[in-house]
């Protein structure tokens, strides 16, 4: 089973960093329920072996492609972020004071921030582009405006994928000129 969510989990990043066009220095936000990927209900069958295969399948290739990983915590951490300390600075996000565990925080966001190079928690962020595995509501943490991807994987194990890019706002009414090569 760990094999095969570690395959989509793959299948699905690479199509997503293709279909969203994100660029070197982006932020990936995810938000994961290590439950429902496991076919139970979000928040009641938290596992940290699903979560490191997870991360396993997808963090290789966002460093091969040089782009951030962003972990959603889940509600009882008021879905706050794990991030690479370089990024929270760059970004001047406000860090806070606290550590995930699996049952509050979650399993994906405790291996994130076990296997982050230094990573930090903050309150909020706005990524360019985001996957939402099982329901878990990463909107929030996204740039306006939001746009769905839709990748030919839907599932990750019997978890729900979501997935979605960023793009520029549109402004100016019927006189403004638009460059589309240019609002990735």
Request: glycine residues 8%; proline residues 3%; hydrophobic residues 40%.
């Amino acid at each position: 089973m760990l094999e095969v969510i570690q395959k989509q989990i793959q299948s699905a990043t690479m199509e997503l960093l293709e279909l969203a066009k994100v660029s070197k220095g982006a932020i990936l936000i995810v938000g994961c329920s290590s439950s429902e990927v496991t076919g139970h209900k979000i928040g009641s069958h938290s596992s940290m072996e699903v979560a490191k295969a997870l991360f396993d399948g997808m963090y290789p290739i966002l460093q091969q492609h040089e782009i951030y990983l962003a972990a959603q915590c889940c509600e009882h951490l008021n879905r706050a972020i794990i991030i690479e300390k370089e990024v929270a600075r760059r970004e001047r996000l406000e860090q806070v004071h606290v550590v995930p565990q699996p049952k509050a925080g979650g399993s994906f966001a405790t291996i994130v921030y076990q296997s982050l190079s230094c990573p930090v928690v903050v309150e909020e962020i706005k990524a360019d582009c985001g996957m939402d595995i099982g329901n878990t509501l990463i909107g929030m943490h996204l740039k306006k405006v939001a746009v769905p991807v839709r990748l030919s994987i839907c599932k990750i194990g019997e978890a729900s994928l979501t997935c979605a890019r960023t793009r520029l706002k549109f402004i100016g009414g019927e006189r403004a000129c638009y460059d589309i090569e240019r609002t990735f």
